[in-house]
């Protein structure tokens, strides 16, 4: 049997759609209600859910677990009872569990699959919560439903008028406002928003507060300091607020340490305290049509769905403030069970009179992505679909990977909110993306970001077409710094990099090229990783490539021992810059020259020129000289800022080290081709 569950703050309910009546019908629980008590109270020895649970919440007995539902999705929630720790997601479980225990048994059926509904403001933390809160009770959940379009679903389904409906969705704990345009068939979702804290506990929590300042100004103490009594008058304010809703007043008792006050309220009195709830549901209504572009007068009706409606000032209020009909009907607690039930059959049905109903809905949250800044000086929130969006909605941004980075993974932070400031949202995950070719040539990776049907975000990625691997990781706790500069946080990729050594062969080397070869040795040790390749050329009046590029750390230095003077000539008129640009031309990543030398070189203009072909080529140079090498002419050559050296043959080997440090800290001006 499929089934539609609201799974409401305080009322929950159980719907099953009757083909033979074509209508949805409520299961009633075991004591014979349609609604059962979405409370659990937990004792020494078991563990009550429902309608038992709620009377011993009302005597104080035990641990109670009530309004949970506003904590689903949230990891820092916990209940604990008798040794037992328990999330929102766990307690929306049992309670489900609970349901369906007692509508199999009512029903005389087995129930394989549920349609749960969610307020419409649920963001994607709570929707996953909520479905494997269903899945964990056994049963599949082929979808999640919005509450307000499920209302709007019930009432609609009979209705073929085109209207434009304003659905007022005020329940237990959370707030919707939903705008669904309905026509024969189709039941159109145009926008919504909503505030997920606030609901008819609220109402509660004024009546039972004013009650007990009351009782503070006469006796000098506070029921609210002690659990029990605080359980039982939350109980009892609901109940309250339900006769004040037929009568004009009532005498509300408290107990309390021996003491017994007796207040009366009148509903004009209640309602003048609780006209500021009413207005910060009109904020969010008002904020939905504006956001919407939708005047007032557009709006045919409003369709009031939510046991919290029922309060009269609810309509009195939405008429007065919008000056348009307000519908309501024996289903206010009920519509929204009834129409995840005719979902539910939508979706296994062959049955045309249901499955010509058309579905259309949206989200509720933008979603984006952590990004920085054009100018890279924060972090922020890049949209990636808007709030209000039909769903399912999918969109894809090319990330690209430059030249010679080459990373092996992207890691994407997802966030669901309308602040283009990161911490003003909810971060919802960190997804790392693997499996892509990377030769360091460049490349692009498609990150797509979806809504599903249920309003659920995915995260895939693709190269060429070809699916990557996207791996769902916990988000770290200290997101701190998403608010700070991006600079001091995000990690350097590593690049590629490739660096050719020139060493000067002429005849002054003689009694210097065995300090030169221990000092070029450390130097390659220092730079031995598996993203730099390196290759060796002798110069002299002639030039010579000793090794091309490698990574392989032992060839370049058993060519530096091999290294002999005079090998090239006697004097320095060939300059390495030429042959060095040609190896490094088709490297893929950061290019480097490095130049050792103790003299004056012959052809200097040559050289000059052809460390202007490496600057435009983006290739560094730096030039190290000792003994009687030409400062200036050393200044000429090198492309980087203090790249040009002077040293001592005694201090080459610190010189060499300090060039080492300078590439690995990225301060060098390596850079990527």
Known sequence: MKVGIDLGTTYSAVARYDRASSRAEVIPNRFGKELTPSVICFLDDETLIGEDAK????????????????????????????????????????????????????????????????????????????????????????????????AAIAYGYKH??????????????????????????????????????????????????????????????????????????????????????????VTVTVRYNGNTGRYTITREEFDLRTEYL??????????????????????????????????????????????????????TDLAVAKGAAITAELYCSSDTRVRDVVISDVTAHSLGALSVSPDGSKFVNEVMIKRNSKVPATVKKAFEIREGNLTDKIEVYTLQGESRVPLDCVVLAKEVITGFFNDGSGLRVNIGYNYDENGVVHVTADQDGNQLEVEHQEVPEDIA?????????????????????????????????????NAISDFVTGLSDDLTRMALIGFGDKVK????????????????????????????????????????????????????????????????????????????????????????????IATVEEGAMFTTLSNLGSAFSTIASAINSGSMGLRES
Request: aromatic residues 4%; hydrophobic residues 40%.
């Open 481 to 517: 710094w998403m608010g700070e500069a991006p600079s001091a946080h995000v990690t350097t990729v590593p690049i590629a990099k490739n660096i050719v050594i020139c060493i000067d062969l002429s005849r002054s080397m003689q009694k210097s090229l065995d300090d030169v070869k």
């Open 160 to 249: 073929s008028a085109d209207k434009t409906i304003l659905v007022y969705d005020l329940g237990g704990g959370t707030f919707d406002v939903t705008i669904v345009r309905v026509s024969k068939g189709v039941i159109d979702v145009i926008g919504t928003d909503g505030n997920h804290v606030l609901g008819g506990k609220d109402w509660d929590a004024v009546l039972m507060n004013d009650a007990c300042d009351r009782f503070v100004d006469e006796f000098g103490e506070d029921p609210r300091d002690d659990p029990a009594t605080m359980n039982e008058l939350i109980v009892a304010s609901e109940d309250y607020k339900k006769l004040l809703s037929k009568t004009g007043e």
């Open 278 to 331: 009413l207005n910060a549901t009109k904020d969010v209504v008002n904020k939905l049509l504006r956001d919407l572009g939708i005047r007032p007068e557009e709006i045919s009706e409003i369709l009031l769905c939510g046991g919290s409606t029922r309060m009269p000032q609810v309509a009195e209020f939405l008429s007065k403030s919008l000056g348009k009909e307000v519908v309501t009907h024996t289903d």
């Open 55 to 150: 009377d011993m919440q009302g005597g104080g007995a035990g641990v109670n677990a009530a309004s949970f539902k506003r904590n689903m999705g949230d990891s820092n929630f916990r209940l604990d009872a008798f040794g037992n720790s328990y999330t929102a997601e766990q307690l929306s479980g049992m309670l489900l569990a609970e349901l369906i225990k007692e509508a199999e048994e009512t029903s005389g059926e087995k129930i394989d699959e549920a349609v749960i509904t969610v307020p419409a403001y649920f963001n994607d933390l709570q929707r996953k919560a909520t479905i494997r809160a269903g899945e964990s009770c056994g049963i599949k959940v082929p979808k999640i439903i919005n509450e307000p379009t499920a």
């Open 545 to 636: 490539i000793y090794r091309d590029l490698t990574n392989d750390t032992n060839q370049i230095i058993t060519a530096v021992n091999e290294l002999k003077v005079n090998e090239l000539g006697r004097g320095t008129d060939a300059s390495p810059l030429g042959a060095a640009h040609s190896v490094l031309d088709s490297a893929k990543g950061a290019k480097m020259i490095v130049i050792l030398t103790d003299g004056i070189w012959g052809k200097r203009d040559r050289a000059v020129d052809e460390a202007i072909e490496c600057r435009h080529a983006r290739i560094s140079i730096v030039a190290v000289g000792f003994a009687d090498a030409d400062t200036s002419f050393l200044k000429q």
